[in-house]
């Protein structure tokens, strides 16, 4: 192979090239403090997740662009909406000075949008975000669990395998989880008083479950029903680190806001780069270590306790 066939950029290599070695934080106490250590050590790589994520939810591109108002055309139209109530008047000659004045100012023209096919065709597509949804989810999370392990990552080969063996749960949870979080977000826009409290209640506990359902579809063999059972489980029994990291993705999210009121190009491209990625980073930081103590070190100690009382061989007269 030529210098230049090496030397050439190479989106899979650049997104995969990690893996070498034995990482240096295996050993360490996944701590407050070592989150931050962690999160600088591996800075380059949530900014490569969170890259990745927009890739595998391609479709969301469709709905921005449909969104953006490039597709459709535009024209103009009377601004105020009081436009409609007086112009059958003027236009029937029953008008007077104090009529005519008002259609003056409230007949003053605007620009608007109007949709075309196109546009239409663009926001269905933007619908295949349903079925991707879910993947791009549970290969992103799935990396983040082996950053906060501390192994090595082949973050294009470990997505793709990973969707690959986990593809009807992630399929099916992926569907069930956009409308799920749609049905809640609008419930909280649309009603007031009590129910709205109520679903920003659900919404809360549920969004902590997401911490943990997509680490547990690909570490365990378990029903849906069983990883959501569980996640609700560990929704209480850690409820400590889940308060701190819901917290920490608030903050992560308020930053976000502010440079977008203060600096808008900077605020805009944070989502692109880093946020989407950091705040699944910090629920996979919080969720990994409650998982691992309580539903995978205490079977690995019993299989340890039984390798131990096996005895190498036996006297054949026994």
Request: proline content about 4%; overall charge positive.
């Amino acid at each position: 192979m030529s210098e230049e066939k090496k030397s050439r950029f190479n989106l899979y290599n650049y997104l995969n090239k990690d893996g070498k070695g034995v990482p240096d934080d295996v050993d360490e106490t996944r701590n407050f403090s070592f989150f931050f250590k962690l999160t600088g050590r591996k800075f380059g790589k949530l900014v490569q997740l969170n890259l990745l994520y927009f890739l595998a939810n391609f479709p969301l591109f469709f709905v921005l662009l449909a969104a953006s108002g490039y597709l459709g055309q535009t024209t103009t139209a009377p601004s105020s909406a009081f436009f409609a109530n007086l112009f059958p008047l003027v236009s029937a000659g029953q008008g007077n000075p104090v009529i005519s004045a008002l259609y003056g100012v409230v007949g003053i023209q605007g620009t608007m949008m109007i949709n075309t096919p196109l546009t239409f065709i663009f926001y269905g597509l933007g619908f295949l975000l349903l079925f991707t949804f879910g993947f791009a989810n549970l290969g992103v999370i799935y990396n983040l669990r082996n950053i906060v392990k501390g192994q090595p990552l082949f973050m294009l080969s470990d997505f793709r395998d990973i969707i690959k063996r986990n593809w009807k749960q992630g399929l099916l949870f992926g569907i069930l989880d956009a409308l799920i979080l749609v049905a809640l977000v609008y419930d909280m826009i649309v009603y007031s008083g009590m129910m709205r409290y109520a679903a920003m209640g659900i919404f809360i506990v549920y969004f902590i479950m997401r911490f943990y359902i997509y680490i547990l579809i690909p570490t365990f063999q378990l029903s849906l029903y069983k990883v959501l059972k569980n996640s609700l489980l560990f929704v209480v029994l850690n409820i400590k680190r889940n308060v701190l990291a819901l917290l920490g993705i608030v903050c992560v999210l308020v930053i976000n806001f502010t440079l977008l009121m203060v600096f808008y190009p900077l605020g805009f491209l944070m989502p692109l780069a880093i946020t989407l990625s950091l705040c699944m980073f910090i629920g996979t930081y919080a969720a990994w270590p409650s998982i691992q103590e309580i539903m995978i070190d205490p079977y690995v100690e019993k299989e340890e306790e039984v390798k131990k009382e096996k005895p190498i061989f036996r006297d054949h007269l026994d």
